[in-house]
């Protein structure tokens, strides 16, 4: 396994061979107003896609509640969005029977940035990525890679595409079948998208860096790690002084903090079904919570401050973090 330092982003894995050549293209870019006051909140669920099933309704029941509280600007889900297998198409019942009749709260009617998940390439990804649905549920906002500027300034919001980075995916893809339609060849589209990363967040000028995935970077839970996002994608990170690395796939709730860096590692995969004591010896220093049940992430933050806790389903705070910088200071 090649192991890169902070230092060796992009330009080393071209010289390694890891990736190829091709034309660059920039990531697409929304903007969210924060609120009046300069705040912004919003909650984070990931791997949620089950009709109902495994406490996904009580997580949604509890998001509603949790967000008419902090009255939340958007929600941003971590992927896996249908289970097992995506999407069939446009017109499958799943949209509406696992999103739009299940979060059905008036403080969840917010715009929902969404990720895929390695569940979502075994259907039919561009169905997810379709504008049909946004005209069925004005709610759904769901691209590949793409750029959030909240506040304007505050904070920026970098969701990467993790699925095609994973190789076990391509190489012992077992019985499932993944959709690779936009993907292929994957040399160019990995090296489009770290480079694309890699540039919005250089030329990024906002107060918090936030970058959000369906896979690990790091985590204690069944799926553990992801060494291709260690050795692609965190080195990016680190580079370019990210606050917090958000990701689901692993069906748990977890904050790891970093003793070689100050990147937070927060895990919101407990959207359904999760998998119960699972989890993997981790250094205490730095496992500053881990939860093998359902639930999901609220984040309050403005220019200086940023608050994050994690509920269960029956919404009792399990865990609380924050944060602060000073106006001005070095990004």
Same mark, same amino acid.
């Given at each position: 396994?090649?192991?890169?330092?902070?230092?060796?982003?992009?330009?080393?894995?071209?010289?390694?061979?890891?990736?190829?050549?091709?034309?660059?293209?920039?990531?697409?870019?929304?903007?969210?107003?924060?609120?009046?006051?300069?705040?912004?909140?919003?909650?984070?669920?990931?791997?949620?896609?089950?009709?109902?099933?495994?406490?996904?309704?009580?997580?949604?029941?509890?998001?509603?509640?949790?967000?008419?509280?902090?009255?939340?600007?958007?929600?941003?889900?971590?992927?896996?969005?249908?289970?097992?297998?995506?999407?069939?198409?446009?017109?499958?019942?799943?949209?509406?029977?696992?999103?739009?009749?299940?979060?059905?709260?008036?403080?969840?009617?917010?715009?929902?940035?969404?990720?895929?998940?390695?569940?979502?390439?075994?259907?039919?990804?561009?169905?997810?990525?379709?504008?049909?649905?946004?005209?069925?549920?004005?709610?759904?906002?769901?691209?590949?890679?793409?750029?959030?500027?909240?506040?304007?300034?505050?904070?920026?919001?970098?969701?990467?595409?993790?699925?095609?980075?994973?190789?076990?995916?391509? /190489?012992?893809?077992?019985?499932?079948? @993944? &959709?690779?339609? +936009?993907?292929?060849?994957?040399?160019?589209?990995?090296?489009? %998208? *770290?480079?694309?990363?890699?540039?919005?967040?250089?030329?990024?000028?906002?107060?918090?860096?936030?970058?959000?995935?369906?896979?690990?970077?790091?985590?204690?839970?069944?799926?553990?790690?992801?060494?291709?996002?260690?050795?692609?994608?965190?080195?990016?990170?680190?580079?370019?002084?990210?606050?917090?690395?958000?990701?689901?796939?692993?069906?748990?709730?977890?904050?790891?903090?970093?003793?070689?860096?100050?990147?937070?590692?927060?895990?919101?995969?407990?959207?359904?079904?999760?998998?119960?004591?699972?989890?993997?010896?981790?250094?205490?220093?730095?496992?500053?919570?881990?939860?093998?049940?359902?639930?999901?992430?609220?984040?309050?933050?403005?220019? /200086?401050?940023?608050?994050?806790?994690? @509920? &269960?389903?029956? +919404?009792?705070?399990?865990?609380?973090?924050?944060?602060?910088? %000073? *106006?001005?200071?070095?990004?």
């Amino acid at each position: 396994m090649v192991v890169l330092s902070q230092k060796e982003t992009l330009p080393t894995l071209l010289l390694l061979g890891l990736l190829s050549v091709c034309c660059l293209a920039e990531l697409q870019r929304f903007e969210h107003a924060a609120k009046p006051d300069g705040s912004l909140s919003f909650l984070v669920v990931g791997d949620w896609g089950r009709k109902g099933l495994y406490n996904q309704s009580h997580v949604a029941l509890q998001m509603g509640i949790i967000g008419e509280k902090l009255d939340v600007d958007f929600v941003i889900s971590t992927g896996d969005n249908f289970y097992d297998d995506g999407l069939t198409g446009e017109t499958d019942p799943a949209f509406h029977e696992s999103f739009s009749d299940i979060y059905t709260a008036p403080s969840l009617q917010k715009p929902w940035y969404t990720v895929l998940g390695n569940h979502d390439y075994r259907g039919d990804v561009e169905a997810q990525l379709s504008p049909t649905l946004a005209k069925m549920d004005s709610r759904w906002i769901c691209l590949r890679s793409f750029i959030l500027n909240a506040g304007p300034e505050m904070a920026e919001f970098f969701f990467v595409d993790t699925t095609p980075l994973v190789n076990k995916y391509f /190489t012992n893809p077992g019985d499932s079948v @993944y &959709d690779w339609k +936009g993907i292929l060849p994957r040399n160019n589209y990995i090296q489009n %998208l *770290l480079s694309e990363v890699e540039t919005g967040l250089r030329e990024s000028t906002a107060k918090w860096k936030i970058v959000v995935g369906h896979h690990t970077i790091k985590s204690a839970g069944n799926h553990g790690n992801t060494d291709e996002l260690n050795i692609l994608l965190l080195p990016i990170l680190e580079a370019y002084d990210v606050d917090f690395y958000i990701n689901g796939h692993d069906h748990c709730l977890e904050h790891i903090i970093s003793t070689e860096s100050p990147i937070q590692f927060l895990t919101s995969g407990g959207g359904s079904k999760a998998w119960k004591n699972k989890i993997k010896p981790w250094n205490p220093r730095e496992m500053k919570f881990y939860y093998d049940g359902q639930g999901f992430m609220s984040v309050e933050m403005t220019r /200086t401050d940023v608050d994050f806790k994690f @509920y &269960d389903i029956f +919404g009792n705070e399990l865990h609380k973090w924050s944060t602060s910088k %000073l *106006l001005g200071s070095a990004m």
